[in-house]
T-cell receptor, first 114, second 118 residues
Framework: GDSVTQMEGPVTLSEEAFLTINCTYT??????LFWYVQYPGEGLQLLLK?????DKGSNKGFEATYRKETTSFHLEKGSVQVSDSAVYFC?????????????FGQGTTLQVKP | ETGVTQTPRHLVMGMTNKKSLKCEQH?????MYWYKQSAKKPLELMFV???????ENNSVPSRFSPECPNSSHLFLHLHTLQPEDSALYLC?????????????????FGPGTRLTVL
């Protein structure tokens, strides 16, 4: 079945450092790919998404490119802030064996220190 | 109120209690979801309701009983829970077109109910 694998955390960075959180997926067909973020004490919020190969999703300085050849959707940010500390979830929806459900990775905790 | 709201935010209950979690969405969506988030585990989808009909039950124990009286409200009734059921329970909603791929791929989440079973 469809699945999402994220790099294990926690990831600890200093403010203004470059961020990469790796995400790879297994799915048949043409799923949509997402990054959700969960700030402490809150539910998940959509951060960005891409619906087809080579699309780039971007929001709040974060970017991720849908790479079908490497089945990846890595999250990047050029300069992180303390306020970016949160748990980040990669997810997919709409692979041919998974028509309606969001499939989440296990989440990666990011800690940004001043 | 906007978005997806959940009450209560925190709940402590004994194993013999009966309680209910409530979710309300103010987005005009037609699909609603219950997820369980436990420490060090991926998010687990529990139930899906599309157009008020339950379309997914991911092998959830019968001590969890969902109810969807209309497209804006979703309940999770709890009874005789176990300590391992302690978790954050998240509700979400989305607009679906009935084919499964969705008019909008985006699910909107509530803040969750932190449940502790003693």
């Amino acid at each position: 079945g469809d699945s999402v694998t994220q790099m294990e955390g926690p990831v600890t960075l200093s403010e203004e450092a470059f961020l990469t959180i790796n995400c790879t997926y297994t799915a048949t067909g043409y799923p949509s790919l997402f990054w959700y973020v969960q700030y402490p004490g809150e539910g998940l919020q959509l951060l960005l998404k891409a619906t087809k190969a080579d699309d780039k999703g971007s929001n709040k300085g974060f970017e991720a490119t849908y790479r079908k050849e490497t089945t990846s959707f890595h999250l990047e940010k050029g300069s992180v802030q303390v306020s970016d500390s949160a748990v980040y979830f990669c997810a997919l929806k709409g692979g041919s064996s998974n028509t309606g459900k969001l499939i989440f990775g296990q989440g990666t905790t990011l800690q940004v220190k001043p | 109120e906007t978005g997806v709201t959940q009450t209560p935010r925190h709940l402590v209950m004994g194993m013999t209690n009966k309680k209910s979690l409530k979710c309300e969405q103010h987005l005009g969506h037609n699909a609603m979801y219950w997820y369980k988030q436990s420490a060090k585990k991926p998010l687990e989808l529990m139930f899906v309701y599309n157009f008020k009909e339950q379309t997914e039950n991911n092998s959830v124990p019968s001590r969890f009983s969902p109810e969807c009286p209309n497209s804006s409200h979703l309940f999770l009734h709890l009874h005789t829970l176990q300590p391992e059921d302690s978790a954050l329970y998240l509700c979400a909603s989305s607009q679906e077109d009935g084919t499964g791929r969705g008019v909008s791929d985006t699910q909107y989440f509530g803040p969750g109910t932190r449940l502790t079973v003693l």
